[in-house]
């Protein structure tokens, strides 16, 4: 069975950048069926996709977020790791690592969540 489990610093200062990684256990994140979504929730606010890291190692972002944000993977420790520059108030969310199973036999769709992480930005 598949874990993932967030880790990194619950407080961030403003302009500094956030980094944040996601250790999976359990599957191997290069596995070709699957992709690795960073998603995260601010405080009453609903859910917001920040990227995807794919099997093969392409990462994609959300257009409102792409020229801070950027996801790269270490696969000797089966993990991927999320920073994000310039970080302000807004950005105090809590953080989620996500996988996605990716198959041309049936849509996509989130079927494992990691437990979240919650990230602070404060002075």
């Known amino acids: 069975q598949v874990q993932l489990q967030e880790s990194g610093p619950g407080l961030v200062k403003p302009s500094q950048t956030l980094s944040l990684t996601c250790t999976v256990s359990?599957?191997?994140?290069?596995?070709?069926?699957?992709?690795w979504n960073w998603i995260r929730q601010p405080p009453g606010k609903g859910l917001e996709w920040m990227g995807v890291?794919?099997?093969?190692?392409?990462?994609y972002y959300s257009p409102s977020l792409k020229s801070r944000t950027s996801i790269s993977r270490d696969t000797s420790k089966n993990d991927f790791t999320l920073q994000l520059s310039s970080v302000t108030l807004e950005d105090t969310a809590v953080y989620y690592c996500?996988?996605?199973?990716?198959?041309?036999?049936?849509?996509?769709?989130?079927?494992?969540w990691g437990q979240g992480t919650q990230v602070t930005v404060s002075s």
């Open positions: 890291m794919t099997f093969s190692g392409s990462a």
């Open positions: 996500v996988r996605e199973v990716a198959t041309a036999s049936f849509p996509n769709h989130y079927d494992s």
């Open positions: 359990g599957e191997s994140i290069t596995k070709n069926l699957y992709y």
